[in-house]
């Protein structure tokens, strides 16, 4: 007669479970390992370019308006008070948002609120801007729906946002992005956009070099043939090799929430290559989210060191020659 001894008992059963749960979790990252390969592309990382392919940028426009809304946004929302123009031919008048009809003329300005810095140091709720949206990437690669940001910058095409590299390039050039400029609950009142081309600094594709964690996006809208972006929304210039310390803005998406948050202080710098900015509660998705001082000038994006900071500190690259190279690359057919 055998005896049964409990706790030997209760240990294998503990340890089939164990088991079970590993390999039902290495059978999960394998799927997810799968996705994220999925939405990759090798493009050109010795020259840091990727020239989408237009039907696969369709799919994800399609796919993002399954769940997005274009057309103008609720009036009663309060979009935010301008105090100036958007530089680039879309600067104008504040006309209404395009509900699909064609382009419109001219975007309501970005709010200067960079010389006042927040009080307490904590980063709010805010308007949306038509110029800074929310960055897309639907299907199964592992990330909420809108995972990063991005502004519109003035370009000779009127087709050009900048992000963070880490927002476009990683184990690859995501192939499903879009972008959606003033984004709010549900609502893409300029419409979504998609790449034609991706470019990033060849030291960021080699080996994620937090010195060159900035990006450049040239993008159209399909449907709307020759539709220019900036004639939309507006655009912000880029101020290269700024002089620090300098009032300034960060306004990003949360990845949890469907309207944008702001924090204004003075950026510094942190060494030769990195901009710093003291702000608590920027989560993750403000990742690509402009760093603008004077209103509209741009003088960084979230990300570079520690993939754009912690609980109390944002980060930028430096937009120092290196940047400016990667522009000037990004702006040429």
């Keep these: ?5 409990p706790g030997r008992v209760v240990g294998a059963t503990l340890l089939t479970a164990t088991l079970g749960a590993l390999v039902l ?3 999960w990252y394998a799927w997810e390992l799968r996705g994220i390969a999925a939405h990759r592309a090798d493009g050109d990382p010795a020259l840091g370019t990727y020239r989408q ?10 796919a993002v308006l399954d769940d997005v809304t274009q057309g103008a946004p609720d009036p009663s929302q309060d979009r935010g008070s301008a105090t100036g123009t958007g530089a680039g031919a879309g600067s104008g008048s504040g006309a209404a948002p395009d509900s699909g009809a064609g382009a419109a003329v001219g975007a309501t300005a970005l709010r200067d609120t960079a010389g006042r810095p927040s009080d ?6 805010a308007p949306a801007e038509p110029s800074v949206g929310a960055l897309f990437s639907p299907g199964d690669d592992g990330d909420p729906d809108h995972h990063c940001s991005a502004v519109v910058v003035h370009s000779p095409g009127g087709d050009l946002i900048a992000t963070a590299a880490h927002c476009v390039y990683g184990g690859g050039f995501r192939t499903n992005l879009a972008f959606a400029p003033g ?3 549900g609502v893409a009142p300029y419409g979504v956009w998609v790449p034609t081309r991706i470019d990033v600094d060849p030291r960021w594709a080699e080996d994620q070099d937090p010195a060159h964690d ?3 996006v040239r993008l159209r809208r399909p449907g709307y043939p020759g539709q220019r972006l900036e004639d939309l929304t507006g655009a912000t210039t880029i101020g290269f090799r700024p002089r620090l310390p300098a009032p300034a803005r960060l306004v990003g998406y949360p990845n949890t929430s469907e309207q944008p948050l702001e924090c204004s202080n003075t950026a510094v710098a942190a060494g030769p290559t990195q901009l710093r900015l003291d702000c608590a509660d920027v989560p993750n ?5 402009p760093v603008l001082t004077g209103g509209d000038t741009l003088i960084g994006v979230i990300g570079g ?3 754009g900071g912690d609980e109390r500190t944002s980060y930028s690259s430096y937009f120092g020659d290196g940047v400016e190279a990667l522009y000037e690359r990004a702006v040429t057919p």
């Design 1 to 5: 007669m055998s005896k049964k001894v």
């Design 25 to 27: 979790t290495g059978g």
């Design 53 to 62: 392919d237009p039907e696969r940028a369709d799919r994800t426009a399609f």
């Design 120 to 125: 307490p140091l904590v980063a709010r709720p």
């Design 183 to 185: 984004y709010r609950d």
């Design 214 to 216: 900035v990006a450049f």
């Design 285 to 289: 998705g403000t990742s690509g989210g």
């Design 305 to 307: 060191r520690d993939g």
